[in-house]
């Protein structure tokens, strides 16, 4: 409606012009120039002859048009009154086409900030407008994936910063426990205090393999992290753990029950599958009453391994089942007992279990808490 009155009004302002102009002229032909006009057009073009009658005894004097001399100069004023139109209406045109395109540029940004703001792109743009609103469309798509995906990867830069962090605290817990037993235990036997040595330089190892990732932590993220499969002996892996975590076991009296067969194996990252044993187990031990066993069974069957660790604790109400595996979560007495970490490593065992294409769930009854893991054989 404003661009067909904005039409009327350069019309009415041409035709306005034009009056104008044509009242001038003839107002300066016939009044300035009081009949100049007249005398010079009548020399230049117009031939004057004299007719005498003798009969009648009367005579005339004819006015005849010149139009070899007129012609010319018609068509020359033609020319140039069409070409002065033409620059006229060219410039004219050029100005209102500017305002159009300023006022068409204006009315657009008007209408993408409330795209932007609302989203209604149907809504917002003219039928007339159509292209525009789908390729805007378009590229709020993709403006809101690339979003997305840069949240999603600062998430998971965050997320293995904190695994990295939380799993330094598992090997240094060791080195620090196996060397407390070695400065204590003065009268140790030479084979047991040599097997602690090992155990705790193996433990140093991998604590500074921990800290290389940790710097070098810029250059990966957690869906990069590669799964090198490889036949793992579930037993041999177990038992390591146990004795890798017997200082924290022994703090509260709590041992540990093995019920494996020796030859079972499974596919996986032998270094990810500790990971997540290894934080399963210290979850365990933390929570487990003092002077209790905790029993971890290993069996085939149905085309899956199930690794169960059981152990005797308070009973933990089902709504917060679920919740143990979520990151940062900690149950009510870890906040104030200081047996619980960071709320990280539950969290940490249900990635790497589920990028190795297995489960891991967590019953609670009777005061027996039970972690099952569950891989593809």
């Not at 002077?291 to 199930?306: F, K, L, M, R």
């Amino acid at each position: 409606m404003k661009h067909k009155f904005a039409k009327i009004l350069q019309l009415l302002m041409l035709l306005t012009a034009g009056f104008a102009a044509c009242s001038a002229l003839f107002f300066l032909v016939d009044n300035v120039f009081d009949g100049a006009f007249i005398n010079w057009f009548e020399e230049a073009f117009i031939i004057i002859e004299s007719h005498f009658y003798p009969v009648e005894g009367t005579g005339e004097i004819w006015h005849t048009i010149n139009w070899g001399r007129l012609k010319p100069v018609l068509l020359g004023v033609l020319v140039v009154s069409t070409l002065i139109w033409l620059t006229v209406v060219f410039v004219v045109s050029q100005i209102a086409a500017k305002q159009r395109e300023k006022r068409t540029v204006t009315d657009i940004s008007q209408r993408l900030r409330a795209y932007m703001e609302d989203g209604a792109g149907a809504e917002v743009f003219p039928k007339e407008q159509a292209e525009i609103s789908a390729q805007m469309l378009e590229i709020k798509s993709a403006l809101l994936e690339n979003e997305r995906r840069l949240k999603e990867e600062t998430t998971r830069k965050n997320d293995l910063i904190a695994y990295l962090a939380h799993d330094l605290k598992t090997p240094l817990t060791s080195v620090i426990g196996y060397l407390s037993l070695l400065d204590e235990a003065q009268d140790m036997p030479p084979e047991q205090r040599a097997k602690y040595t090992r155990i705790t330089l193996d433990k140093a190892y991998r604590l500074e393999k921990m800290i290389n990732e940790f710097f070098d932590i810029t250059r990966y993220n957690l869906q990069e992290i590669a799964i090198q499969k490889e036949p793992v002996d579930l037993y041999y892996l177990l038992v390591q753990l146990t004795d890798e975590m017997l200082p924290v076991l022994e703090k509260n009296g709590n041992t540990v029950s093995l019920q494996a067969d020796e030859r079972l194996t499974v596919p996986g990252d032998p270094d990810k599958l500790a990971r997540v044993f290894g934080n399963v187990l210290k979850n365990a031990a933390a929570y487990s009453y003092p002077d209790t066993e905790i029993v971890i069974s290993a069996q085939e069957q149905a085309g899956a391994v199930t690794i169960c660790f059981i152990n005797r604790g308070k009973t933990i109400p089902q709504n917060k089942l679920n919740s143990l595996f979520e990151k940062f979560y900690r149950l009510d007495e870890a906040r104030t007992s200081g047996t619980g970490g960071a709320g990280l490593g539950l969290a940490i065992a249900r990635e790497i279990v589920t990028l190795h294409g297995g489960t891991i769930t967590a019953e609670s009854r009777d005061k027996t808490v039970t972690f099952t893991v569950t891989l593809p054989a």
